[in-house]
Nanobody, 131 residues
Framework: QVQLVESGGGLVQAGDSLRLSCAAS???????????MAWFRQAPGKEREFLAT????????YYADSVKGRFTISRNNAENTVYLQMNSLKPEDTAVYYC?????????????????????WGQGTQVTVSS
């Protein structure tokens, strides 16, 4: 069982930066470092959209084309936290941002981009970017 709590959202202006955090609580026998983590977002009236994922070690990452070069995902396994650094924010980045987790069974094909492929979700944090 994994519980996820996002924080760091808010109202910013276009061009600003924001860093989101997601704190995880993981029930034994597993640990945070057993899980691949990801960030998604959902704008009003739209489907939830994959943004980025990071491997359990933090060595490997994968990004959606829409945010590649502007957003950076990272994790601190000692602090059970995953981050999303967002730079050059645009009004179209306005959405509720969610972190998600799943436990990979393969080290070769671990990247997951589908909502249904993640087992655990946080409650979301609102990011609003004004023009």
């Amino acid at each position: 069982q994994v519980q996820l709590v996002e924080s760091g959202g808010g109202l910013v202006q276009a061009g600003d930066s924001l860093r989101l955090s997601c704190a995880a609580s993981v029930a034994s026998p597993h640990t945070f470092s057993d899980y691949a983590m990801a960030w998604f977002r959902q704008a009003p009236g739209k489907e939830r959209e994959f943004l980025a994922t990071i491997s359990w070690t933090g060595v490997s990452t994968y990004y959606a084309d829409s945010v590649k070069g502007r957003f950076t995902i990272s994790r601190n396994n000692a602090e059970n936290t995953v981050y999303l650094q967002m730079n050059s924010l645009k009004p179209e980045d306005t959405a509720v941002y969610y972190c998600a987790a799943y436990r990979p069974t393969s080290s070769l094909t671990w990247v997951r981009v589908g909502v249904s492929e993640y087992d655990y979700w946080g409650q979301g944090t609102q990011v609003t970017v004004s023009s």
